[in-house]
């Protein structure tokens, strides 16, 4: 690929996305648009690019985007968030809630399995939720609406038991069962725009994104999910991300790594 079409897919990929794309990527974007520009009928990459930006066509262009953004996940990714979830949160929330039914965000589910690991917690707790998985990547979402996972997929976080429990085995793959997936949705949206929907959610995880994200559009996704948060609903983001310096509106729970709950309201309108 030539470096002035890298650039400019930079560019287009942080303008829609907000995804930060270093130079060090140069190769692995040869390597994922390759299928694309064959599938389209051009002879290279470069020929590609080069039909994109002298003839726009928001098809190919949203194709393009989604070849680069990251859909790295498994199961259980960080198995302690889910321990807190489990073993604090949600006896906590169901108390507040009166035992009412708890809504749960997975922002940027890839392919959907931080959603599935929710629900599979959630159920084995016996506590009932909705569990909505948000990512931009049309073929992620076709993916995780399936509920359909390799076997190392499937083996990747999940024991054996859990596998038994949770999924039934078919050929090569295995599929999660109705009364798994039926506590699921998953709907296309991009987290640098405000929420399209007004529905609010107890408990959102949002992690491993914000550090893909370009500083400067950090603030917009942080606001999105300041919305889509009940006042007194908690964040989780990555063990290593932190969002002090970005915004007044969430604050971290002390010796919880990743935790956040917002803060009070007079600090939230200051920000």
């Known amino acids: 690929m030539k470096p002035e079409h890298f650039d400019r897919l930079q560019g287009l990929v942080a303008s829609r996305t907000g995804m930060r794309l270093s130079r060090t990527r140069m190769h692995l974007a040869d390597h994922r648009l390759g299928p694309i520009a064959r599938r389209e009928g051009f002879a290279s990459v470069d020929d590609l690019l080069s039909a994109l930006w002298s003839r726009p066509v928001a098809s190919l262009g949203w194709a393009v985007i989604e070849a680069m953004l990251?859909?790295?996940?498994?199961?259980?990714?960080?198995?302690?968030?889910?321990?807190?979830?489990?073993?604090?949160?949600?006896?906590?929330?169901?108390?507040?809630?009166?035992?009412?039914?708890?809504?749960?965000?997975?922002?940027g589910c890839a392919t959907g399995q931080e959603a599935f690991s929710l629900a599979i917690v959630c159920a084995e707790a016996g506590v009932e939720v909705e569990v909505t998985g948000l990512d931009l990547s049309h073929a992620a979402l076709e993916r995780a609406r399936s509920g359909v996972y390799t076997?190392?997929?499937?083996?990747?976080?999940?024991?054996?038991?859990?596998?038994?429990?949770?999924f039934d085995k078919s050929g090569d793959t295995w599929r999660a069962r109705p009364e798994l997936r039926s506590r699921i949705g998953f709907v296309r949206e991009n987290l640098l725009d405000p929420p399209e929907e007004k529905q609010t959610f107890?408990?959102?995880?949002?992690?491993?994104?914000?550090?893909?994200?370009?500083?400067?559009?950090?603030?917009?996704?942080?606001?999105?999910?300041?919305?889509r948060l009940v006042d007194d609903g908690c964040l989780?983001?990555?063990?290593?991300?932190?969002?002090?310096?970005d915004t007044l509106a969430f604050r971290p729970v002390a010796g919880r790594?990743?935790?956040?709950?917002?803060?009070?309201?007079?600090?939230?309108?200051a920000a």
């Open 202 to 227: 107890d408990i959102v995880f949002c992690r491993h994104v914000l550090s893909e994200v370009e500083p400067a559009r950090r603030l917009a996704v942080i606001e999105g999910l300041e919305a």
């Open 70 to 107: 990251n859909l790295e996940t498994w199961f259980l990714r960080d198995r302690s968030a889910f321990e807190v979830l489990q073993r604090e949160l949600l006896p906590a929330l169901v108390r507040a809630r009166n035992g009412a039914r708890l809504r749960l965000l997975s922002a």
């Open 151 to 166: 076997a190392f997929e499937i083996q990747r976080g999940l024991s054996a038991a859990r596998m038994l429990n949770h």
């Open 257 to 269: 790594r990743g935790l956040y709950v917002k803060a009070p309201a007079a600090a939230r309108r």
């Open 236 to 245: 989780f983001l990555g063990a290593d991300e932190r969002i002090e310096s």
